[in-house]
């Protein structure tokens, strides 16, 4: 049973930073698509970032140089390093894996599994 568990979600100011995580279990974490997505009180959700098995990522434009998505297959763990935090960044935080080598398609529905996701407050 896939199972993905986010954490490290949290309040900040405006140019703060966080580091969410989202631990992994039953599957094989090496070879997958992961992503991280948010959605933000009636919007719709989005694709923050998004990681394959060969470690090629893609980001949204609006987090470009300021988020940064890694994994560490020995802890079977997916990150997001979120730097200069701004208000619309404040969202539902979720991560989302695929049992497959490469990320084909960032589209939510693509993604089966799913986290309950972490709340991420960003004040001006």
């Known amino acids: 049973q896939v199972q993905l568990v986010e954490s490290g979600g949290g309040s900040v100011q405006s140019g703060g930073s966080l580091r969410l995580s989202c631990a992994a279990s039953?599957?094989?974490?090496?070879?997958?698509?992961m992503g991280w997505f948010r959605q933000a009180p009636g919007k719709e959700r989005e694709v923050v970032a998004s990681i394959g098995s060969a470690s090629y990522t893609r980001y949204a434009d609006s987090v470009k140089g300021r988020f940064t998505i890694s994994q560490d297959n020995a802890k079977n763990t997916l990150y997001l390093q979120m730097n200069s935090l701004k208000p619309e960044d404040t969202a539902m935080y979720y991560c989302?894996?695929?049992?497959?080598?490469?990320?084909?398609?960032?589209?939510?529905?693509?993604?089966?599994?799913w986290g309950q996701g972490t709340q991420v407050t960003v004040s001006s």
């Open positions: 989302a894996a695929k049992q497959t080598y490469y990320c084909l398609s960032i589209s939510p529905t693509w993604f089966p599994y």
């Open positions: 039953g599957y094989t974490y090496s070879s997958n698509c």
